[in-house]
Antibody, heavy 118, light 106 residues
Framework: QVQLVESGGDLVKPGGSLRLSCAASGFSFSDYYMSWVRQVPGKGLEWVAYMSNSNGYTNYADSVTDRFTISRDNAQNSLYLHMNSLRADDTAVYYC???????????WGQGTLVTVSS | EIVMTQSPPTLSVSPGERATLSCRASQSVSANLAWYQHKPGQTPRLLLYATSTRATGIPARFSGSGSGTEFTLTISNLQSEDFAVYYCQQYNYWPTFGQGTKVEIK
């Protein structure tokens, strides 16, 4: 079954850190660029980070640059998002996303909730 | 940042009718525009990209048009499974999404 399954969402205090994971299955993970997209509950979607399939290229939203790091392990079919210096406005559901090409998502995970609150 | 504005926020349509959703970009995004459908409790679903190219498995009742700053998603002969929130997204620059249009049963 072609799917993406996120994990790692939690309640964390402002200034804290968290690592999200995404397990891919049912397709050749190493062939695809991947991304993280978030959604504040009841609000719109925001693209967070983007990573190429093999050469390590990454790109980030201005709001998370220097705080978040996207990475992947093609041998483990896994995508990660390392989040540091978390703020209240980082509270959102974080979706793992497969890129069809460029910044077009053709497969989404169910999402994992990150809540930043004291 | 390119701001995407969708209208209307909510659209009430009867099954079998046509729904027309609009999306406006704050500056030209060429034809680099995608549409997604999102139902509660489900993952978002890619409908269209490059303004009018249907994604794999998307029925022909979904169509897209436009270019530059004005885009339209048309859903013909609305089915019960089409009631959902629809988002447009530009990818000509760093990608940004609209706030969504909820299509509800009239």
């Amino acid at each position: 079954q072609v799917q993406l399954v996120e994990s790692g969402g939690d309640l964390v205090k402002p200034g804290g850190s968290l690592r999200l994971s995404c397990a891919a299955s049912g397709f050749s993970f190493s062939d695809y660029y991947m991304s993280w997209v978030r959604q504040v509950p009841g609000k719109g979607l925001e693209w967070v980070a983007y990573m190429s399939n093999s050469n390590g290229y990454t790109n980030y939203a201005d709001s998370v640059t220097d705080r978040f790091t996207i990475s992947r392990d093609n041998a483990q079919n896994s995508l990660y998002l390392h989040m540091n210096s978390l703020r209240a406005d980082d509270t959102a559901v974080y979706y793992c996303a497969r890129n069809l090409r460029g910044y077009i998502v053709d497969l989404w995970g169910q999402g994992t909730l990150v809540t930043v609150s004291s | 940042e390119i701001v995407m504005t969708q209208s209307p926020p909510t659209l009430s349509v009867s099954p079998g009718e046509r729904a027309t959703l609009s999306c406006r970009a704050s500056q030209s995004v060429s034809a680099n525009l995608a549409w997604y459908q999102h139902k509660p409790g489900q993952t978002p679903r890619l409908l269209l990209y490059a303004t009018s190219t249907r994604a794999t498995g998307i029925p022909a009742r979904f169509s897209g048009s436009g270019s530059g700053t004005e885009f339209t998603l048309t859903i013909s002969n609305l089915q019960s499974e089409d009631f959902a929130v629809y988002y447009c997204q530009q990818y000509n620059y760093w990608p940004t999404f609209g706030q969504g249009t909820k299509v509800e049963i009239k």
